[in-house]
């Protein structure tokens, strides 16, 4: 089992910056990829990025790529999506997930695990 907690999220305006981090409980997070999910006003939960349990391999949405960078501690059970030159199509709630298997990692349905999700708001 593992627990997920976002953190990070908030209002910023356009151009600007946020981080957010996402704590996981459980001893085997360590080899488990980790995404980033997010969910626009009535959109559907859309793909941001990805990172491999060792954090060898990242992979982001075309949207993101260039802008936002995932990274992770293994050590603090903790994966990271740094978030920069924010546009206000960024607006949503931002989700945290994690995969026991890495084999499709744009794919949500890999995802056993799931945050509670953390609001980002980009102003323009």
């Known amino acids: 089992q593992v627990q997920l907690v976002e953190s990070g999220g908030g209002l910023v305006q356009a151009g600007g910056s946020l981080r957010l981090s996402c704590a996981a409980s459980?001893?085997?997070?360590?080899?488990?990829?980790m995404g980033w999910f997010r969910q626009g006003p009535g959109k559907e939960r859309d793909f941001v990025a990805a990172?491999?349990?060792?954090?060898?391999?990242?992979y982001y949405a075309n949207s993101v790529k260039g802008r936002f960078t995932i990274s992770r501690d293994n050590a603090k059970n903790t994966v990271y999506l740094q978030m920069n030159s924010l546009k206000s199509d960024d607006t949503a709630v931002y989700y945290c997930?994690?995969?026991?298997?890495?084999?499709?990692?744009?794919?949500?349905?890999?995802?056993?695990?799931w945050g509670q999700g953390t609001q980002v708001t980009v102003s323009s």
């Open positions: 997930a994690a995969d026991p298997y890495g084999l499709r990692p744009y794919s949500a349905h890999e995802y056993d695990y």
């Open positions: 459980g001893r085997t997070f360590r080899s488990y990829t």
């Open positions: 990172i491999s349990w060792s954090g060898g391999n990242t």
